[in-house]
């Protein structure tokens, strides 16, 4: 779904909401390591298990890094990982079609790429495990972008440990190859091969660096058709269709860091996500049940080099209630943790962030809400049940958007679980941008609403046909299962006051702010 970023001025004092790798190590109120300026950040998950150290002697980095860098440039991606190594690296589309294939060990032959395939569709329901064995062989994935991205290993490693380096390894091919998606792949498979050589070393990890593996990547990005102002099918998305608008396209950050070896891609210019992530449980009575918020603010870079950044935060943001400030409208949050980069001087008398940020994607900051939320959620729903003269059973719900008027609500979807005998669907809706459909392999009523304006009310009139329809029958239909974006919002309230960079550089770069919340799981029972 395209989501426009909107601009900060030069004095950056904008509050308009406008527009996702580290993991962050730094939780408040606990002390950090690697605070000196001129030392280098390790990798994020060093601080939770030490201080980076780098690999045993024999262990030699690849021809290519032999060629540019000398044995001490190089320190260990994942600390204590020698005991855990990797077999296989590979790539799979939501199709099960071999994307990536790497070998490094040769101790498993290359059916096991069918094998976990037909593991991972063989499972009930759309969550398989991380973790899957089949005859010693430890499969460890993670799916992104509609792809899975999967190690093997003959070992017993951590776990943990090679998420992260799939996390990473996914968070690269973002920053190499613009975005991570099946056509980004197969256009750049020999630019992916060449960072897993670089990455990985007989099973090894060796870095997981962008600021270092730039140096030794020599295969050029080969982007997907940009974005156009003056293309027809992209007008209309959030203003973006004048080149004098102050909003860019979400696809304006989907481009390789890197175009041509030594250049930057594009043009200077940071981009600053605020992410939050919403779960909720709603009762039949319209009482709230759950309520948690996942947040964390995402910052990616084309600068070649850039100065120190600073992200000022609402003045009013607290931890926990202990900290609430001022008279204002407090931001308040359970927990905050950030990434070994940020610099917390200045963050407890004026909340703000201070770090470096290098090329490419890392998350900044991370912050939870627990069992609370700061406004009313942003739906409501009102069913009524009821079975008519010819044995149909019919469901008439009414949805209500509580969001401001300026502020809709995207792609929202509400699946309806319903008896299990239903054979056929009718329905009544209340505008003819709506859809819906019963999914016979589910039974499911997938309900689709493209767009949802603040404040507005939708109603649905469904007619199943259900043989045998009794008692029990309406038992079986609930709870709705809800999904939806909402750009230009935070359930949270937190905010980007200033994005300032100092020194300023010669020519000052364009900066972008995009806020938007996700359903991470939003139920109402009925």
């Known amino acids: 779904t395209p989501l426009a970023y909107g601009r900060h001025s030069r004095d950056c004092a904008c509050q308009k909401s406008c527009f996702d790798v580290g ?4 939780v408040i109120g606990q002390s950090r390591t690697n605070q000196n300026a001129g030392k280098q950040a390790p990798h994020p998950l060093s601080a939770h298990r030490g201080s980076a150290a780098p690999y045993p002697s024999k262990l030699k980095p690849p021809a290519a890094h032999r060629a540019h860098s000398t044995a001490g440039d190089r320190v260990a991606a994942f600390p204590g990982s020698s005991s855990g190594m990797i077999s296989q690296v590979f790539i799979l589309s939501s199709k099960g079609d071999h994307l990536i294939y ?56 951590s776990p943990f440990t090679v998420i992260e380096f799939l996390n990473r390894l996914a968070a690269l091919i973002k920053d190499y190859c613009g975005c991570l998606s099946e056509k980004s792949v197969r256009m750049n498979f020999a630019l992916i ?5 670089e990455m990985v070393d007989y099973g090894y990890v060796q870095t997981s660096s962008t600021d270092i593996l730039k140096n030794f990547i020599q295969t050029e990005a080969v982007s997907a058709k940009p974005f156009s102002l003056f293309d027809p099918s992209n007008v ?6 004048t080149q004098q608008s102050k909003v860019a396209p979400s696809t304006a950050a989907s481009r390789p860091i890197l175009t041509t070896r030594g250049e930057q891609g594009g043009k200077n210019e940071i981009f600053v996500d605020v992410i939050e ?65 940020v610099r917390l001087d200045e963050f407890d008398s004026h909340r703000i962030l201070r770090l ?3 090329q490419g994607e890392q998350t900044v900051m991370q912050y939870q809400l627990c ?16 079975r008519d003269r010819s044995g149909r059973l019919l469901m008439y719900l009414k949805l209500r958007c509580d969001l401001p008027p300026k ?33 016979p392999s589910s039974k499911t009523v997938v309900w689709q609403i493209p767009r949802f304006p603040g404040g507005a009310q939708l109603s649905a009139l469904f007619k199943l046909e259900v043989p045998g329809l009794s008692s029990a029958s309406l038992l079986e239909v609930g709870p709705v299962s809800l999904s939806f974006e909402l750009p230009k919002h935070t359930v949270t309230g937190l905010q980007i006051r200033f994005l300032r960079l100092s020194p300023g550089p010669p020519s000052l770069p364009q900066r972008w702010v995009r806020y938007v919340t996700h359903s991470d799981s939003y139920t109402l029972r009925m």
């Open 277 to 341: 992530r919403l779960t909720v449980v709603i009762g039949a009575n319209g009482l709230l049940m759950k309520a948690d918020i996942q947040g964390e603010i995402r910052v990616k870079c084309y600068l070649p080099s850039c100065s120190e950044m600073r992200i000022g935060l609402n003045e009013e943001f607290s931890i926990g209630r202990a900290q609430l400030r001022g008279y204002g409208a407090a931001v308040r949050v359970d927990e905050c943790s950030f990434h070994e980069s």
């Open 371 to 386: 069992d609370d939320l700061p406004s009313s959620p942003p739906f409501r729903l009102f069913p009524t049940l009821e």
């Open 102 to 157: 790497k070998d490094f060990r040769g101790e498993a032959g290359s059916d096991v790429v069918s094998v976990f395939y037909e593991k991972v569709t063989a499972l009930p329901g759309d969550q398989p495990p991380v973790v899957m064995d089949h005859e010693g062989i430890h499969f460890i994935h993670i799916r992104q972008g509609g792809l899975y991205c999967v190690a093997t290993t003959t070992t017993n490693p």
């Open 356 to 358: 470096t940020p290098s």
């Open 236 to 241: 209309g998305l959030f203003g973006a269709d």
């Open 407 to 439: 502020s809709p609500a995207l792609n929202v979807v509400a699946t309806i679980p319903v008896p299990k005998g239903s054979l056929s669907l009718s329905q009544e809706l209340s505008s003819p941008d709506q859809s819906a459909e019963l999914q």
């Open 23 to 26: 993991r962050p190590t730094a």
């Open 193 to 197: 091969y060449e960072l897993l050589d």
